[in-house]
């Protein structure tokens, strides 16, 4: 059992930064990977970026360049660092995690990209 815990969601105008944090608790050990989500109104819900256990990472083509995942193993967190936020970055932003057996996702929170 894993549980997600996310914050650090808000209102920023666009060209703003803004970091997002997931912690996780419960089966650490059993973590392989972490990912972020976001998922706009009437939007399928969209992959953003994965860290690995061994720390590889990759992207979406969307955020490529602006987003960076990063994690802090001593506090189980994993980070999102969105840079040059527009309008079109507005949606409720998803931590997961995956074990052997199970996806875990955490609560969502809400960004908003003013214009």
């Known amino acids: 059992q894993v549980r997600l815990v996310e914050s650090g969601g808000g209102l920023v105008q666009a060209g703003g930064s803004l970091r997002l944090s997931c912690a996780a608790s419960?089966?650490?050990?059993?973590?392989?990977?972490m990912g972020w989500y976001r998922q706009a109104p009437g939007k399928q819900r969209e992959w953003l970026a994965y860290?690995?256990?061994?720390?590889?990472?990759n992207y979406a083509d969307s955020v490529k360049g602006r987003f960076t995942i990063s994690r802090d193993n001593a506090k189980n967190t994993v980070y999102l660092q969105m840079n040059s936020l527009k309008p079109e970055d507005t949606a409720v932003y998803y931590c997961?995690?995956?074990?052997?057996?199970?996806?875990?996702w955490g609560q969502g929170t809400q960004v908003t990209v003013s214009s």
């Open positions: 997961k995690a995956t074990s052997p057996e199970n996806n875990y």
């Open positions: 419960g089966s650490i050990f059993s973590i392989r990977l």
């Open positions: 860290i690995s256990r061994d720390g590889t990472t």
